[in-house]
């Protein structure tokens, strides 16, 4: 359907407002459209717009949501782009009050995260180093997987990273990530040879690019398409090929099981979560606390293994 003008006109503007005032990311803004032009419909249908609606519009909205069968992760992050929505409207004088500040989201629920074995990541990593035809392209691909395990990068920073923020054999990455925030990413010795191996043969590609009249890229991974950059699309894909080339299950392969893998193999070998909150770019330590069934596991083991009286009963 298309929505009235007065709501479409609300939600260019909120979105124009998180990228301006927040450096909201692209995939965040998309995500919030996405959510308001389904609660805008919701309105539309029943008569309202974000200008009338009442808290019990936001309550039956999150109702319609749930018997849908939506996720809980989904209704509320649905909530949270209304909620935003209306703060956003308030402050801007679009209305005198706020409908959805009182209303009490379903919550996230704390699944465990899927992750890699350390065998399972060997095995992508060689994959990487021979599963392609062409030398350039396992070159490639062995940078990729290097930086995306050793870093524990998200696969949009992995992907547009500048190749400027990588000469000179560095042993710290700068990394942007969400909101525009900015972090410092140690680089493991294979991670950094496999970066200057293939920084020598993708400047070699540029060159020759260039000759053919083609700017030069100022990025790590250059592509021809309209971004510049591998697309976090290709990258998945090609994930799954090596999945299949290094004998991995593609079902357990996504290029998040491999910043989940990061951090599940550094706290299992003795690293603190505000450290690894860190290094994901966590804002908020709550997000890096899924990853602590492994100490839970590692310190169980500890007890089995070494405490008194278990060797007594055994």
Known sequence: MTLPRAMARWIDTFLDAQAAELDAAENTRLAYGRDLIDFAEFLADTGKTFET?????????????????????????????????????????????????????????????????????????????????????????????????????????LVSLPVSATRGDPRMLLVKGKGGKERMVPLAPSARSALATWIVTRDKIDKAAQDKGAALSKFLFPSRGKLGHLTRHRFYMLIKELAVAGGVSPDKVTPHTLRHAFATHLLANGADLRSIQTLLGHADISTTEIYTHVLDERLKELVLEHHPLVKNVN
């Not at 990593?125 to 395990?149: F, I, K």
């Open 53 to 157: 609606a009442l808290p019990s519009d936001v309550e039956a909205y999150l109702i319609k949501c749930d018997a849908a069968g939506m996720a809980q992760s989904t209704r509320a992050r649905r909530l949270s782009a209304i909620k935003q929505l209306y703060r956003f409207a308030y402050e801007e004088g679009l209305r005198e009050d706020n409908p959805a500040i009182q209303i009490k989201g379903p919550g996230r629920q704390k699944t465990l995260p899927k992750t890699l074995s350390v065998d399972e990541v060997d095995c992508l990593l060689g994959a990487a180093q021979t599963g392609a035809r062409s030398r350039d392209d396992r070159l490639r691909n062995t940078c990729l997987m290097e930086l995306l395990y050793a870093t524990g990068m998200r696969v949009s920073e």
